[in-house]
């Protein structure tokens, strides 16, 4: 049973690329949601969707940006890379969007790194 | 604002002794609660949610809403405890969880 799945699991960037992180949720579940967590910190919520809408986004720049598409799976985009978007990127599905016994399973994480 | 406090980064206990691992938050609604695990090399995963009431892996966790504490216990460590611990907040009204930096517990034979 495959869990939510990420790629790719490790990628070097240069400052000012471009970035795309891709997650493929748990078969069934309708909702993703994207963390960043930097070394040493906890992870930080960046945006949920659900049903391929944008329902939540935490306090991050315009730089991010996010899709869900039909099949459920999920994209993360980041513009213009800065050496502090170095950071763990966790993807994270659920089957229901916000609900009292809610599991969520987060993926392995891609690791960004930029130079 | 920083919503969920762990104020230890690492602890460090011999096996069979008693651990606790401290979470404060700072919420005035009704919160939701959650402790995540982090094994070396493993993904993150669910330990337990304050509203199941449950014990997993010998783990309780209880929400003290006087003291805005969730602290997670178990009476007697195992080596297999060792890992990394954050506490977890979702607000009632909101999607995301906000995560604590995390606790690293490493249980020493």
């Known amino acids: 049973d495959a869990g939510v799945t990420q790629s790719p699991t490790h990628l070097i960037k240069t400052r000012g690329q471009h970035v795309t992180l891709r997650c493929s949720p748990i078969?069934?579940?309708?909702?993703v949601s994207w963390y960043q967590q930097v070394l040493g910190q906890g992870p930080q919520f960046i945006f949920q969707?659900?049903?391929?809408?944008?329902?939540g986004r935490g306090n991050f720049p315009d730089r991010f940006s996010a899709r869900q598409f039909p099949n459920y799976s999920s994209e993360l985009n980041v513009n213009a890379l800065l050496l502090g978007d170095s950071a763990l990127y966790l993807c994270?599905?659920?089957?229901?969007?916000?609900?009292?016994?809610?599991?969520?399973?987060f993926g392995e994480g891609s690791w960004l790194t930029v130079v | 604002a920083q919503r969920v406090t762990q104020p230890e980064k690492l602890l460090s206990v011999f096996k069979g002794a008693p651990v606790e691992l401290k979470c404060n938050y700072s919420?005035?609604?009704?919160?939701?609660l959650f402790w995540y695990v982090q094994y070396s090399r493993q993904r993150l995963q669910l330990l337990l949610r304050?509203?199941s009431r449950e014990s997993i892996k010998g783990f309780t966790a209880d929400l003290n809403k006087g003291e805005t504490s969730f602290h997670l216990k178990k009476p007697f460590a195992q080596e297999e405890d060792s890992a990394m611990y954050y506490c977890?907040?979702?607000?009632?009204?909101?999607?995301?969880?906000?995560f604590g930096k995390g606790t690293s517990l490493l249980v020493t034979p």
């Open positions: 994270a599905s659920s089957l229901l969007l916000s609900s009292s016994g809610n599991t969520i399973y």
């Open positions: 078969s069934g579940h309708k909702s």
């Open positions: 969707y659900y049903e391929k809408e944008e329902r």
């Open positions: 919420y005035s609604g009704s919160p939701e």
């Open positions: 304050h509203i």
């Open positions: 977890a907040l979702k607000e009632n009204s909101g999607y995301a969880l906000n």
